[in-house]
C-alpha cells in the first residue's frame, strides 16, 4: 500500500513570519498536489522547455548537446554508440499554434525536439545516437514531465532520466521491441512496456535488476506509444519516486531513493544489447520531445539565497502556485492548439521571478494560473519540512 506523503516547504523562510507581500506570483514556489492526500510539496525553482517552439536547442541556455562516445567491444557483443549534435535536431511548429495548420511542422514529421538513431554503423562499430543534458546540475528534489512520441522502429532506447553518477540515477526508459511486439504479433490492444529504474550501489554490485522488484518497476500500459504525444512524469521525494503516465499514477519505487544532485538528461540510443536494446535499427529512428517541465529545489546555495530572499510570506495570496497536471495524452492539435495543450508557468508574465529561464524563442497562448491563496502550507499540521535537500523536525 501507498506509503501518506509528507507534504514540504522547500525553505525554512516558511517560519520566518515576514509581513504579507507579493512582489510576484509565486515567488514563493510551485506545488504539487497529492493525487491521494491533501498534504503539498512545494519546489522552489523551475526549467521549463516548449520544443514546438524552440527555434534551435544549441542556442538554447537551459541544455546541453552532448558529444561523446563509448567503444565497441567485440568480446561483449555490444556496439560503442556516438552522440553528435548531428543527431540532435531541433523542428518546430511552421506556425505557432495556427488554427490552419495546427500541427504542420518546419522539417515534415512531428514537431518538437529530435534524438535520432541512425541506422547506418560507423565504420569503428559505433552506432550514431543523440542526447541533451540540462544545464542546470544542482537539482534535488522535484516534479520532472515530459512529453514524446516514440519511435515505431525495432531496436532502440528512448530514454528520460535524471544522473548524478552510475548509483544515483532515476531512469524511464522505454524499448521499442517491447512496445512495438503487440502489433508485431498481431494483437489488436497495445500491450506498452515502461521501464521505471533506480541504479544503486547494489544494482552496481550485482551487475543487474529483475523487474518488478523494489528498484525496478515494469507497468504496462494498454497504449501505443508511437501514435501521439504522451506525458512521462517522476515526482522525486526523499522517500521515494512517484511515476505517472498521461497524468495518472503507475508505481512507486521507495528502495535506495537517489539523494545527490543531478542533471535531467533525454537520450535516444542503441548498442546492440540481446537483452535490452537489441538493434541497431534497421532504418534511422527519431524520438520526438514536445515539452519539458520541472520544479525542484536547489543544491546551489546561491539559489537557495535567492530563495530566501524572494519568498516573503507562503501565506500571502499568489504566493505558491498550483502546477496544473496533464490529465489526458497531450497534442499539438488539442483544443486551443496551446503547445500540446499543457501549462507553462514561462509564457505567462510575473510567474517566473527570480527563475533562471532561457526565453529567447519562447511563446505560447494565455491562461489562468491555478494557485494557492489564503491557507499558509506550514499550517497543515505536519512536522516536518524539507529545507533544500535535508529534513529537520520541530
Same mark, same amino acid.
Given at each position: 500500500?501507498?506509503?501518506?506523503?509528507?507534504?514540504?516547504?522547500?525553505?525554512?523562510? =516558511?517560519?520566518?513570519?515576514?509581513?504579507?507581500?507579493?512582489?510576484? !506570483?509565486?515567488?514563493?514556489?510551485?506545488?504539487?498536489?497529492?493525487?491521494?492526500?491533501?498534504?503539498?510539496?512545494?519546489?522552489?525553482?523551475?526549467?521549463?522547455?516548449?520544443?514546438?517552439?524552440?527555434?534551435?536547442?544549441?542556442?538554447?541556455?537551459?541544455?546541453?548537446?552532448?558529444?561523446?562516445?563509448?567503444?565497441?567491444?567485440?568480446?561483449?557483443?555490444?556496439?560503442?554508440?556516438?552522440?553528435?549534435?548531428?543527431? =540532435?535536431?531541433?523542428?518546430?511548429? +511552421?506556425?505557432?499554434?495556427?488554427?490552419?495548420?495546427?500541427?504542420?511542422?518546419?522539417?515534415?514529421?512531428?514537431?518538437?525536439?529530435?534524438?535520432? =538513431?541512425?541506422?547506418?554503423?560507423?565504420?569503428?562499430?559505433?552506432?550514431?545516437?543523440?542526447?541533451? +543534458?540540462?544545464?542546470?546540475?544542482?537539482?534535488?528534489?522535484?516534479?520532472?514531465?515530459?512529453?514524446? +512520441?516514440?519511435?515505431? =522502429?525495432?531496436?532502440?532506447?528512448?530514454?528520460?532520466?535524471?544522473?548524478?553518477?552510475?548509483?544515483?540515477?532515476?531512469?524511464?526508459?522505454?524499448?521499442?521491441?517491447?512496445?512495438?511486439?503487440?502489433?508485431?504479433?498481431?494483437?489488436?490492444?497495445?500491450?506498452?512496456?515502461?521501464?521505471?529504474?533506480?541504479?544503486?550501489?547494489?544494482?552496481?554490485?550485482?551487475?543487474?535488476?529483475?523487474?518488478? #522488484?523494489?528498484?525496478?518497476?515494469?507497468?504496462?500500459?494498454?497504449?501505443?506509444?508511437?501514435?501521439?504525444?504522451?506525458?512521462?512524469?517522476?515526482? $522525486?521525494?526523499?522517500?521515494?519516486?512517484?511515476?505517472?503516465?498521461?497524468?495518472?499514477?503507475?508505481?512507486?519505487?521507495? #528502495?535506495?531513493?537517489?539523494?545527490?544532485?543531478?542533471?535531467?538528461?533525454?537520450?535516444? $540510443?542503441?548498442?546492440?544489447?540481446?537483452? $535490452?536494446?537489441?538493434?541497431?535499427?534497421?532504418?534511422?529512428?527519431?524520438?520526438?520531445?514536445?515539452?519539458?517541465?520541472?520544479?525542484?529545489?536547489?543544491? !546551489?546555495?546561491?539559489?537557495?539565497?535567492?530563495?530566501?530572499?524572494?519568498?516573503?510570506?507562503?501565506?500571502?495570496?499568489?504566493?505558491?502556485?498550483?502546477?496544473?497536471?496533464? +490529465?489526458?495524452?497531450?497534442?499539438?492539435?488539442?483544443?486551443?492548439?496551446?503547445?500540446?495543450?499543457?501549462?507553462?508557468?514561462?509564457?505567462?508574465?510575473?510567474?517566473?521571478?527570480?527563475? #533562471?529561464?532561457?526565453?529567447?524563442?519562447? &511563446?505560447?497562448?494565455? &491562461?489562468?494560473?491555478?494557485?494557492?491563496?489564503?491557507?499558509?502550507?506550514?499550517?497543515?499540521?505536519?512536522?516536518?519540512?524539507?529545507?533544500?535537500?535535508?529534513?529537520?523536525?520541530?
Amino acid at each position: 500500500m501507498r506509503s501518506q506523503r509528507i507534504g514540504y516547504l522547500a525553505s525554512a523562510s =516558511v517560519l520566518s513570519g515576514l509581513i504579507s507581500s507579493v512582489a510576484a !506570483d509565486c515567488e514563493c514556489g510551485y506545488s504539487v498536489n497529492s493525487t491521494s492526500f491533501p498534504q503539498h510539496e512545494v519546489f522552489t525553482d523551475l526549467i521549463e522547455s516548449d520544443f514546438l517552439t524552440i527555434q534551435d536547442i544549441a542556442v538554447d541556455t537551459d541544455w546541453k548537446i552532448q558529444r561523446y562516445w563509448t567503444p565497441y567491444d567485440p568480446s561483449s557483443g555490444y556496439y560503442g554508440e556516438n552522440f553528435t549534435a548531428a543527431n =540532435v535536431v531541433s523542428n518546430p511548429l +511552421k506556425y505557432n499554434y495556427s488554427l490552419e495548420h495546427p500541427t504542420e511542422s518546419q522539417l515534415g514529421g512531428s514537431a518538437g525536439l529530435q534524438l535520432w =538513431v541512425r541506422s547506418e554503423l560507423q565504420s569503428n562499430g559505433l552506432i550514431p545516437c543523440g542526447q541533451v +543534458k540540462s544545464a542546470r546540475d544542482d537539482i534535488q528534489y522535484g516534479s520532472f514531465r515530459t512529453a514524446m +512520441k516514440l519511435t515505431p =522502429v525495432n531496436g532502440t532506447c528512448s530514454a528520460f532520466f535524471s544522473y548524478y553518477n552510475d548509483t544515483q540515477e532515476i531512469d524511464v526508459e522505454l524499448l521499442s521491441r517491447q512496445y512495438t511486439n503487440y502489433s508485431l504479433s498481431g494483437s489488436d490492444v497495445p500491450s506498452s512496456p515502461i521501464n521505471l529504474v533506480f541504479h544503486s550501489v547494489q544494482s552496481i554490485i550485482d551487475d543487474y535488476q529483475l523487474p518488478n #522488484t523494489s528498484t525496478y518497476g515494469r507497468p504496462v500500459v494498454p497504449v501505443a506509444l508511437t501514435n501521439e504525444y504522451h506525458e512521462y512524469r517522476f515526482d $522525486w521525494t526523499p522517500d521515494r519516486v512517484s511515476f505517472y503516465f498521461d497524468g495518472k499514477w503507475l508505481w512507486d519505487l521507495i #528502495t535506495d531513493v537517489p539523494s545527490w544532485r543531478t542533471a535531467i538528461l533525454f537520450s535516444h $540510443w542503441s548498442n546492440g544489447a540481446a537483452g $535490452w536494446t537489441q538493434g541497431p535499427p534497421t532504418e534511422d529512428a527519431v524520438m520526438t520531445i514536445s515539452y519539458f517541465k520541472a520544479y525542484f529545489n536547489s543544491s !546551489d546555495p546561491q539559489r537557495m539565497s535567492d530563495y530566501e530572499t524572494r519568498c516573503k510570506d507562503p501565506s500571502a495570496a499568489n504566493s505558491i502556485c498550483i502546477i496544473p497536471d496533464q +490529465k489526458v495524452a497531450p497534442g499539438a492539435a488539442a483544443p486551443q492548439n496551446g503547445s500540446a495543450s499543457t501549462f507553462f508557468f514561462s509564457q505567462h508574465s510575473n510567474m517566473t521571478s527570480n527563475q #533562471t529561464l532561457y526565453t529567447g524563442e519562447n &511563446s505560447g497562448n494565455s &491562461s489562468s494560473c491555478a494557485k494557492v491563496a489564503g491557507i499558509p502550507l506550514w499550517a497543515v499540521g505536519v512536522g516536518v519540512f524539507l529545507v533544500f535537500g535535508q529534513w529537520i523536525g520541530f
